[in-house]
């Protein structure tokens, strides 16, 4: 399954051994035949430089306007950018190999390919040569080593969850750095369940060398998007900090993190008048940081482009990895997915390499624990962080069902009022969450929201995610349209359950039935919907970017700054004061991503009772009329929420 090709070079000449499946020897050999090639350094700097080229063609066709790839086509196509790397990658094949391993090399049937090469040969990206036939990417998954530095699967363990740390634009003078961290930590947010991952984003120049060195020790996965800083001394390497400070590799090392893998999408700093080329500089940055311990690393060849496809070939990759397939193979199906999606000349698919063993798997999706374990809901984590009016109604639920448990009773019909009421409850949030999308969309047809029915509210929302879809937009929360058909079946289920039993058609006999059914059904859509918590329900008590939050039950809300670690600057806060004026007194839907708010006060209004405490309700009432009630009781409920320890 795995072919290990080991490279040494002396001179102008190297020297192949080949380990195959464990066991020693050179399978591609003849009797008392040697693999060796000559290829002199010339040869290999000037494919070097054309590939420098090329990557710089590309470069500059990606910052043509958007929407220009039918103008690209007619004005560039005599360029073929894939087709020159295939012809200067075969021609640098049929040099490097000897005539046997070539024929080795095109009819082998291993899947995993890996390098190991001597540290003159560091910079040479094995992976987009060609055979003839095809690119040594699309045949094997394919990685990298330099000899001494070499990462064996004993020493990798999988793990059933993983700790993530994205550090985004340190320095706050990369834009497209900030944004890949904050869109990644939103994606791994929305599609990868907190089962299985811990997210923590930092960024900005407050983040220290110190903040660094203490949020690394933990961690599986690192990802990092800002400056790199390259000495030429593989320990003075590192990541380039606010005020000119630099996190070294050495530091890296001392500190005793052993993440199992580390991303990179960088751009170069100054280099010092080092003369290497882009590929040389990568490789050898990502061997300074191999070094520090038993990490591999996902980088570039060369400098990408600041866009939407880079971004997209990293969620692709990380999609990859938690399916639970290898490093090799994931970025291998990322490469696919660019080559298939891209612009003819974009090269993005060109330009990652892996240095460590493509066999190596970070997160096993075939978990070791039940999947009943796996899959339970957390029901505190509910009360504390899911939308106000969710959390309530399931809180409601959850004393019935636990003092049921404890007495040893079936389902009674008061478990199952809770059950249809936690329904309704999420039914009319979602609906006014999808509505308030809709709306964002100006869509030329209104869609009311028939509070209090649920059938007409189910009808009503999945019309408005049927346009939504229909145009290919999204709603702000990016898992949300997804989630909700994937349980359109069930929602409309417990609709029609809760019609019955509202109509007097149920016997008491089928309470305990109905209920465990209900429950299975709400469970399994609230498992689905933990996402949310990456996204802000306020209430906007006055502009600014610290607002009255309103996940989880009353005895959790409080006043938060509603942005990010990556956004803690003064044009934020000049925008989100900008934006929260107009919205004082209205509950809002936030994505703190986009620091996009969706006005939800035509659907719903919270306001303060005579004794202190919160109402909340769906409603009817126009925006004017709802925007009026919510205004006057929004200064009651921030006096008591002061009145609270505020987080």
């Known amino acids: 399954m795995l072919t290990s090709i080991i490279i040494d070079r002396v001179g102008n000449t190297n020297v192949f051994n080949i380990v195959q499946d464990g066991g020693v020897g050179n399978p591609a050999l003849k009797a008392n035949e040697r693999l060796q090639s000559i290829i002199d350094d010339d040869l290999i700097g000037e494919y070097l430089e054309e590939l420098g080229r090329i990557a710089n063609i590309s470069r500059s066709l990606s910052s043509l306007p ?28 049929k040099q490097f190999f000897p ?72 320095r706050e003078d990369l834009d497209w750095a900030r944004r890949e961290g904050e869109m990644l930590f939103e994606h791994l947010g929305a599609f990868v369940s907190p089962k299985k991952i811990n997210l923590t984003l930092i960024g900005g120049k407050t983040v220290t060398k110190l903040n660094i060195l203490n949020a690394i020790l933990d961690k599986d996965i690192i990802h990092f998007a800002g400056h790199l800083h390259y000495s030429g001394n593989p320990d003075e390497n590192g990541w380039l900090l606010a005020d000119g400070k630099i996190l070294y590799a050495r530091e890296f090392k001392m500190s005793g993190a052993q993440p199992k893998l580390i991303f990179c999408n960088s751009c170069l700093s ?53 399916q639970g397939k290898s490093l090799g193979e994931s970025l291998q199906q990322s490469r696919s997915f660019a080559r298939e999606h891209f612009s003819l000349n974009d090269l993005t698919w060109a330009s990652y390499l892996l240095m460590g063993n493509p066999m190596q798997t970070v997160f096993r999706a075939d978990s070791l624990l039940p999947d009943v374990t796996r899959n339970m809901l957390d029901a505190e984590d509910v009360i504390m962080h899911y939308p106000f009016p969710i959390a309530e109604a399931f809180e409601k639920f959850y004393r019935i069902f636990s003092a049921e448990e404890q007495a040893g009773q079936a389902g009674s019909e008061a478990r199952l009022k809770s059950l249809f009421y936690l329904f309704t409850q999420c039914l009319f949030f ?38 939504v879809r229909a145009i290919k937009a999204q709603t702000l929360a990016v898992n949300l ?24 058609a149920l016997r008491e006999a089928e309470f305990e039935t109905y209920a465990i059914t209900v429950q299975y059904l709400l469970e399994s859509l609230l498992i689905d919907l933990d996402f949310l918590r990456h996204y802000g329900f306020y209430m906007i008590v006055e ?18 700054d509603i942005i990010l670690p990556t956004q803690a600057n003064a044009m934020t806060y000049t925008e989100l004061l900008e934006k929260t004026s107009y919205l004082v007194g209205r509950c809002v839907f936030y994505s703190p991503v986009k620091k996009t708010f969706l006005d939800l006060s035509p659907f719903m209004r919270i306001s303060a009772e005579e004794d202190g405490s919160y109402s909340f309700g ?30």
């Open 618 to 647: 769906f409603t009817k009432a126009g925006a004017a009329a709802e925007t009026a009630a919510s205004g006057a009781a929004s200064a009651a409920i921030a006096k008591k929420a002061r009145s609270r320890q505020t987080t």
């Open 543 to 560: 502009p600014g970017h610290r607002q009255l939050s309103f996940q989880g039950v009353e005895r959790h809300h409080a006043h938060r």
């Open 270 to 322: 100054a280099r010092s008048g080092q003369q290497e080329n882009d590929a040389s500089w990568y490789a050898h940055f990502a061997a300074a940081f191999i070094r520090a311990g038993r990490t591999s690393y996902v980088g570039t060849n060369w400098e990408l482009p600041d866009r939407q496809p880079t971004l997209e070939f990293t969620t692709q990759f990380y999609d990859n990895i938690f």
């Open 99 to 170: 005539l046997p391993l070539q024929e080795f090399i095109r009819d082998s049937q291993q899947s995993y390919l890996y390098f190991h090469v001597d540290a003159a040969l560091a910079s040479l990206p094995l992976e987009i040569l060609h055979d003839g036939s095809a690119f040594l990417w699309e045949k094997f998954f394919v990685g990298k080593a330099i000899k001494g530095q070499d990462i064996s699967l004993s020493d990798f363990h999988p793990r059933e969850i993983i700790n993530m740390l994205i550090i985004a634009d340190p």
């Open 481 to 504: 349209l997804e989630t909700l058909y994937i349980h359109k079946d069930n929602l409309e289920k417990v609709a029609t359950l809760q019609k019955r039993y509202r109509s007097g």
């Open 66 to 93: 958007r929407g220009s790839e039918e103008s690209q086509a007619l004005i560039f196509q005599h360029l073929n950018l894939s087709h020159k790397l295939r012809e200067i990658g075969e021609a640098l094949f």
């Open 430 to 467: 979602l609906s006014g969450l999808v509505l308030a999308n809709y709306r964002l969309f100006n869509f030329p047809k209104p869609i009311a929201f028939p509070f209090p029915n649920a059938e007409k509210t189910l009808a009503a929302m999945f019309s408005a995610l049927g346009a």
